[in-house]
Nanobody
Framework: QVQLVESGGGLVQAGGSLRLSCSASGRTASPYAMGWFRQPPGKEREFVAAISWSGDSTYYTNSVKGRFTISRDNAKNTVYLQMNSLKPEDTAVYYC??????????????????WGQGTQVTVSS
């Protein structure tokens, strides 16, 4: 089992930045791909970004390319999501997730076995 805890959410004005962190505990010795998802108000959960176990491969949904950066520090069992040039449409609960599968950068919800509780990001216009 892996436990994930997100932090770093909050209220920011449009154009601002936030950095989300996701700390993993438990069975962290296994190689996990990590991902960030978000769920806007009244909408379904959607993929944002993913990073491979080694950190060599990353993948982003089109709407955040060039603005968001996913990274990881395996020594600290932590994954980050740096979010710049935030827009009101980025408002959502952000979740990190861990995948035990063989896909380097999974993008589908069912490819992830472990989830955090989420952190709220609100971008005001």
């Amino acid at each position: 089992q892996v436990q994930l805890v997100e932090s770093g959410g909050g209220l920011v004005q449009a154009g601002g930045s936030l950095r989300l962190s996701c700390s993993a505990s438990g069975r962290t010795a296994s190689p996990y791909a990590m991902g960030w998802f978000r769920q806007p108000p009244g909408k379904e959960r959607e993929f944002v970004a993913a990073i491979s176990w080694s950190g060599d491969s990353t993948y982003y949904t089109n709407s955040v390319k060039g603005r968001f950066t996913i990274s990881r520090d395996n020594a600290k069992n932590t994954v980050y999501l740096q979010m710049n040039s935030l827009k009101p449409e980025d408002t959502a609960v952000y979740y990190c997730a861990a995948s035990e599968g063989t896909i380097a950068t999974p993008i589908l919800i069912y490819e992830y076995e472990y989830w955090g509780q989420g952190t709220q990001v609100t971008v005001s216009s």
